[in-house]
């Protein structure tokens, strides 16, 4: 026998113990009805590997829907179930001849891998008997389907009536193993990562104890693979999570569920490319293929040997070609996703593409989402939690105080080490990752925090700054609404949501939330800078000038020289707003004159006593205000002051901004005297 049948005969014989009463053997497998969804398991032809050793196709297929005509409608539908969650180790696949769809798993044996191969391919067949009929359920529900459930009876024995102890196997003994903690460790993650992810072809790899991430070429693009131990699903509980993204430009939602299909059935009722367990769909522009392990799964080096053993596979063995699949982890692409993916543009690394939410032009109205700094004040030093490790808990928190939050995050990753399902440490890492840039990390180390204490608001507050952050802006107004939902007049939520509200161009909506948070923290800058960007861009001058000034004159040096930034950038676009300014021309002709008669020395010491007024702000439009100067005689309007400090920079640095452009003035008071521009 090969690999392929001994595999088969195995899970017939002894791990299934398949009762005959209610199974067809066939010539390259079996079918069977553990309950009454149809299950065949066959070996569907032969695939030789580069180093010439041939291995066995085998495919796993459960019926589900039955007369079933894939519209666009009914794409969207299957894919949508599946972006949501309702995928294991299978996928749906749409047999347009028989007009059914079937959830599918397709793995290539050989002889080296099968003993451990075997045991998950066994798991999958108890995972599709399960999924089965819920899925149906739920598909037959959606309208425009107009299919029906794909139940059917052994030919001889008919309907079966009591279901294969089989098909109890995810309630009695699956579900409750995903109670626990996830099962893969964070040391598995680092030494998967270490010896296998950190050469060619990977492009980026980086791991913690969530999981890890690996960037793989992919074409003229590149392609992300997620590893990670802190998204549960949703039957099973926790189990590990992997998910490889392609882009893939389509026209619509509906020819991306289709393309996802058709993936699906090229992948996994075909000759697979690496191991198929797993689902693909189409989300935003991406093509994602996902299968999800229970904890029941878990055994020490099975990590490993998804990622690193040969494969059979045109694509040639992993980790040498790691940029084709040869694992679950390290999915492959057929030379149709390829084709599928080329009219994308230039790739942008998926590991790269953070932007700051006020990147835009013009007034950044979302430069001031809230960081570290805000939280380091309701950090939860809750010690009590900690006994054991009380030292190492005042240690970071003491470097998040001083500044040092390199030391800070090695310090809370030891604490995540130790116990990783410390809802206090893991949201005080999430901050530290969120302050020094790293909000993928972020991100994830948040909604682990959130699965162990989805009553913390704060926690919400920080992950939707790291969603914000990344640029996905819909989810950080999810995670901030519902911060605002567990707590009303929590500042810190309120002030980000309005960050979120203003960069999204929902103005009014931001307006409301800060003005919310400024009866709650009065006077605190980056709210009062906020403030002042949203009148701003509401075209609501006046206001914004007064919240600008509020802010310069606030303790925090930072916010005040935004603010006195902005209200020089007010001044010149109200100065220069009627053309050009005459008395501004004799303003300058009059600094020309007076500096002609000072030296060097003196016209230094001017610019710099002007320069040190204008920091305080200087009112180009208020001509009864006058200031005096140390260094001239005289009072002098902020007009004058700003036109002496432009020709005097003129004079003693020539091209520096002073924020102020006066060029057209300064040109014709130069012609007035008759002398070329410095």
Same mark, same amino acid.
């Given at each position: 026998?090969?690999?392929?049948?001994?595999?088969?005969?195995?899970?017939?014989?002894?791990?299934?113990?398949?009762?005959?009463?209610?199974?067809?053997?066939?010539?390259?497998?079996? =079918?069977?009805?553990?309950?009454?969804?149809?299950?065949?398991?066959?070996?569907?032809?032969?695939?030789?590997?580069?180093?010439?050793?041939?291995?066995?196709?085998?495919?796993?297929?459960?019926?589900?829907?039955?007369?079933?005509? #894939?519209?666009?409608?009914?794409?969207?539908?299957?894919?949508?179930?599946?972006?949501?969650?309702?995928?294991?180790?299978?996928?749906?696949?749409?047999?347009?001849?028989?007009?059914?769809?079937?959830?599918? !798993?397709?793995?290539?044996?050989?002889?080296?891998?099968?003993?451990?191969?075997?045991?998950?391919?066994?798991?999958?067949?108890?995972?599709?008997?399960?999924?089965?009929?819920?899925?149906?359920?739920?598909?037959?529900?959606?309208?425009?389907?107009?299919?029906?459930?794909?139940?059917?009876?052994?030919?001889?024995? @008919?309907?079966?009536?009591?279901? /294969?102890?089989?098909?109890?196997?995810?309630?009695?003994?699956?579900?409750?193993?995903?109670?626990?903690?996830?099962?893969?460790?964070?040391?598995?993650?680092?030494?998967?990562?270490?010896?296998?992810?950190?050469?060619?072809?990977? *492009?980026?790899?980086?791991?913690?104890?969530?999981?890890?991430?690996?960037?793989?070429?992919?074409?003229?693009?590149?392609?992300?693979?997620?590893?990670?131990?802190?998204?549960?699903?949703?039957?099973?509980?926790?189990?590990?999570?992997?998910?490889?993204?392609?882009?893939? &430009?389509?026209? !619509?939602?509906?020819?991306?569920?289709?393309?996802?299909?058709?993936?699906?059935?090229?992948? *996994?009722? @075909?000759?697979?490319?690496?191991?198929?367990?797993? !689902?693909?769909?189409?989300?935003?522009? *991406?093509?994602?293929?996902?299968?999800?392990?229970?904890?029941?799964?878990?055994?020490?080096?099975?990590?490993?040997?998804?990622? =690193?053993?040969?494969?059979?596979?045109?694509?040639?063995?992993?980790?040498?070609?790691?940029?084709?699949?040869?694992?679950?982890?390290?999915?492959? =692409?057929?030379?149709?996703?390829?084709?599928?993916?080329?009219?994308?543009?230039?790739?942008?690394?998926?590991?790269?593409?953070?932007?700051?939410?006020?990147?835009?032009?013009?007034?950044?109205?979302? +430069?001031?989402?809230?960081?570290?700094?805000?939280?380091?004040?309701?950090?939860?030093?809750?010690?009590?939690?900690?006994?054991?490790?009380? &030292?190492?808990?005042?240690?970071?928190?003491?470097?998040?105080?001083?500044?040092?939050?390199?030391?800070?995050?090695?310090?809370?990753?030891?604490?995540?080490?130790? /116990?990783?399902?410390?809802?206090?440490?893991?949201?005080?890492?999430?901050?530290?990752?969120?302050?020094?840039?790293?909000?993928?990390?972020?991100?994830?180390?948040?909604? &682990?925090?959130?699965?162990?204490?989805?009553?913390?608001?704060?926690?919400?507050?920080? #992950?939707?700054?790291?969603?914000?952050?990344?640029?996905?802006?819909?989810?950080?107004?999810?995670?901030?609404?519902?911060?605002?939902?567990?707590?009303?007049?929590?500042?810190?939520?309120?002030?980000?949501?309005?960050?979120?509200?203003?960069?999204?161009?929902?103005?009014?909506?931001?307006?409301?939330?800060?003005?919310?948070?400024?009866?709650?923290?009065?006077?605190?800058?980056?709210?009062?800078?906020?403030?002042?960007?949203?009148?701003?861009?509401?075209?609501?001058?006046?206001?914004?000038?007064?919240?600008?000034?509020? +802010?310069?004159?606030?303790?925090?040096?930072?916010?005040?020289?935004?603010?006195?930034?902005?209200?020089?950038?007010?001044?010149?676009?109200?100065?220069?707003?009627?053309?050009?300014?005459?008395?501004?021309?004799?303003?300058?002709?009059?600094?020309?004159?007076?500096?002609?008669?000072?030296?060097?020395?003196?016209?230094?010491?001017?610019?710099?006593?002007?320069?040190?007024?204008?920091?305080?702000?200087?009112?180009?439009?208020?001509?009864?205000?006058?200031?005096?100067?140390?260094?001239?005689?005289?009072?002098? &309007?902020?007009?004058?002051?700003?036109?002496?400090?432009?020709?005097?920079?003129?004079?003693?640095?020539?091209?520096?901004?002073?924020?102020?452009?006066?060029?057209?003035?300064?040109?014709?008071?130069?012609?007035?005297?008759?002398?070329?521009?410095?």
């Amino acid at each position: 026998m090969n690999a392929g049948e001994r595999t088969i005969e195995w899970l017939y014989k002894h791990q299934l113990q398949v009762d005959a009463e209610w199974s067809v053997r066939t010539e390259r497998g079996f =079918t069977w009805w553990p309950c009454q969804h149809a299950q065949r398991v066959e070996i569907t032809g032969d695939v030789k590997g580069p180093d010439g050793a041939t291995g066995q196709c085998v495919v796993i297929r459960t019926e589900v829907l039955r007369d079933l005509d #894939l519209t666009d409608g009914a794409a969207v539908a299957i894919n949508g179930l599946i972006q949501a969650g309702a995928y294991t180790m299978s996928g749906l696949v749409y047999d347009a001849a028989m007009r059914r769809l079937d959830l599918c !798993s397709s793995v290539v044996v050989h002889e080296d891998i099968r003993e451990w191969l075997q045991l998950l391919m066994s798991i999958a067949v108890v995972l599709q008997i399960a999924e089965a009929q819920p899925m149906a359920d739920t598909l037959v529900k959606y309208d425009g389907i107009g299919a029906s459930e794909a139940t059917s009876g052994h030919p001889t024995n @008919g309907m079966r009536t009591s279901s /294969d102890e089989m098909a109890t196997i995810d309630r009695s003994v699956i579900i409750p193993s995903g109670r626990g903690p996830c099962a893969w460790t964070a040391k598995e993650f680092a030494d998967v990562e270490s010896r296998y992810m950190q050469k060619p072809p990977a *492009l980026f790899s980086m791991s913690d104890w969530t999981g890890v991430n690996v960037e793989f070429p992919y074409g003229d693009f590149s392609s992300l693979c997620e590893v990670v131990a802190n998204k549960p699903h949703l039957a099973y509980g926790n189990g590990l999570r992997v998910t490889q993204s392609f882009p893939m &430009s389509k026209s !619509s939602d509906a020819e991306g569920a289709r393309f996802a299909l058709l993936m699906n059935a090229t992948e *996994l009722a @075909g000759n697979p490319v690496g191991y198929g367990f797993g !689902s693909y769909f189409y989300r935003e522009g *991406l093509l994602r293929f996902s299968t999800f392990f229970p904890n029941f799964i878990h055994k020490p080096g099975l990590l490993p040997n998804l990622c =690193t053993s040969p494969q059979p596979s045109a694509h040639g063995p992993c980790p040498s070609n790691l940029s084709a699949r040869t694992g679950p982890a390290i999915h492959s =692409t057929s030379d149709i996703a390829q084709r599928g993916g080329r009219s994308l543009v230039r790739r942008r690394p998926f590991s790269k593409r953070r932007r700051d939410a006020g990147d835009e032009d013009g007034p950044r109205a979302s +430069c001031w989402l809230s960081a570290l700094r805000v939280y380091t004040d309701i950090m939860n030093t809750d010690r009590d939690r900690h006994a054991d490790g009380q &030292s190492k808990l005042e240690q970071a928190l003491a470097a998040v105080q001083a500044g040092d939050l390199d030391s800070a995050r090695r310090q809370f990753e030891e604490l995540v080490m130790d /116990d990783p399902h410390d809802p206090l440490v893991l949201y005080n890492l999430g901050l530290c990752y969120n302050e020094v840039g790293s909000y993928d990390a972020a991100r994830r180390t948040l909604l &682990s925090c959130l699965a162990l204490d989805p009553g913390e608001a704060n926690t919400y507050v920080a #992950l939707g700054l790291a969603e914000a952050k990344l640029g996905q802006m819909a989810d950080a107004e999810a995670h901030l609404v519902q911060a605002v939902t567990l707590e009303p007049d929590n500042p810190y939520a309120l002030r980000n949501l309005a960050s979120v509200h203003a960069a999204t161009g929902r103005l009014p909506q931001a307006l409301e939330e800060l003005l919310r948070v400024d009866t709650i923290l009065h006077d605190d800058p980056p709210t009062v800078y906020g403030l002042g960007l949203v009148y701003r861009t509401l075209g609501r001058p006046m206001e914004a000038t007064r919240s600008f000034q509020r +802010c310069a004159a606030l303790a925090d040096l930072t916010y005040a020289e935004m603010a006195r930034d902005q209200l020089r950038e007010m001044a010149e676009q109200s100065f220069k707003s009627g053309g050009l300014r005459i008395d501004a021309v004799q303003f300058c002709y009059e600094a020309l004159t007076r500096f002609d008669a000072m030296t060097e020395e003196a016209v230094q010491t001017t610019v710099n006593e002007i320069a040190l007024l204008g920091r305080h702000g200087l009112d180009p439009h208020d001509a009864e205000k006058k200031h005096t100067l140390g260094s001239m005689e005289g009072r002098f &309007s902020g007009l004058q002051l700003i036109c002496f400090l432009y020709v005097g920079i003129e004079r003693v640095a020539p091209g520096q901004d002073i924020g102020f452009d006066l060029s057209s003035e300064y040109d014709i008071a130069c012609a007035w005297r008759k002398e070329p521009r410095a």
